[in-house]
């Protein structure tokens, strides 16, 4: 799934939807969790170098609510 998203090969919903797989099959394993979470991580830092003063501050919730707030309760499990 790295490659996937390395090579933008696919869209990022389909990368999500392997790396909820790979967790689906190995929910004990927190490398499924943490791979997850780096990748909302990066989606989360690319919309927000996006930000421009034009942003509202409606848009930048939304940005914090789809990729950081997925992307801290991923982590939070890889720890677990």
């Known amino acids: 799934t790295t490659w996937r998203q390395e090579t933008n090969s696919k869209p990022p919903q389909e990368i999500i939807r392997s790396y909820e797989e790979a ?8 490398d499924g969790y943490h791979q997850l979470a ?9 919309h927000k170098a996006a930000f421009s003063a034009e942003t509202t501050p409606q848009e930048q919730l939304d940005v914090l609510e789809s990729y950081a707030e ?6 939070s499990r890889a720890l677990q």
């Open 23 to 30: 967790i689906r099959l190995a929910p004990q394993s927190e």
């Open 70 to 75: 997925p992307a801290i309760r991923n982590f």
């Open 38 to 46: 780096l990748f909302y991580d990066k989606l989360f830092e690319t």
